[in-house]
């Protein structure tokens, strides 16, 4: 089935300490994304990817980094996670950037 | 930078009534439009897309949208909603390599 997973679903955890969220899709998409989405703001691009190792910013990169090392995978790292990064986070995939995008079941993360 | 705008945030609705939402973006290249929709507890998912042809798009479960170039706009459309309707839903557009969502519209179809 394809699809995009990401991991974990839920998260509580503490300012400051690091935390990894894990895209992966199994479809050979080449582009992948990573957004935030908070309410009233709807989704906000964090980074995107438009093939290995080519990673660039999107709207809200900050306190964020990104890996692009193999294509299936896309992971989100919070280096320092703060409270103002307490939001659901979704990753996304394409065939390209100019093709819908495929969705994950999103990731709930709480910063306390 | 580019920047599209939602409008009615919240729309609530009885069944069988019809639904327009609207959607305007800002850049003036060329560019893919796209309507999302997120039904509760659930990822996005395309409802249409639009890249270039026949303006009026048709979508899944009943939705079209139209594309006017002049008013830079792509309004979603519904001529009778169901209560399976309620959800939120994302106008998108793609331009100068970047894309854009807009806020929202989240619509409550009341049975």
């Known amino acids: 089935e394809a699809q995009v997973t990401q991991n974990p679903r839920y998260l509580i955890t503490v300012t400051g300490k690091k935390l990894t969220v894990t895209c992966s899709q199994n479809?050979?998409?080449?582009?992948m994304s990573w957004y935030r989405q908070d309410p009233g703001l709807g989704l906000r691009q964090i980074y995107y990817s438009m093939n290995v190792e080519v990673t660039d910013k999107g709207d809200v990169p900050e306190g964020y980094k990104v890996s692009r090392k193999e294509k299936r995978n896309f992971p989100l790292i919070l280096e320092s996670p703060s409270p103002n990064q307490t939001s659901l986070y979704f990753c996304a995939s394409s065939l390209s950037e100019v093709q819908p995008q495929h969705f994950g079941d999103g990731t709930r993360l709480s910063i306390l | 930078a580019q920047s599209v705008s939602q409008h009615n945030h919240h729309v609530i609705l009885s069944e069988a009534a019809s639904l327009e939402l609207g959607c305007n973006y800002s850049y003036g290249g060329t560019v893919n439009l796209f309507w999302y929709v997120q039904y509760p507890g659930q990822h996005l998912q395309l409802l249409l897309k639009?890249?270039?042809?026949?303006?009026l798009v048709k979508g899944i479960k009943g939705f079209e949208a139209e594309f006017i170039k002049s008013k830079f706009s792509f309004n979603l459309r519904k001529p009778s909603v169901q209560w399976s309707d309620t959800a939120e839903y994302f106008c998108?557009?793609?331009?100068?390599?970047?894309?854009?969502f807009g806020k929202g519209n989240q619509v409550v179809v009341i049975p």
């Open positions: 998108a557009v793609r331009g100068n390599n970047r894309l854009a």
């Open positions: 479809m050979n998409h080449e582009y």
């Open positions: 639009y890249f270039s042809g026949d303006p």
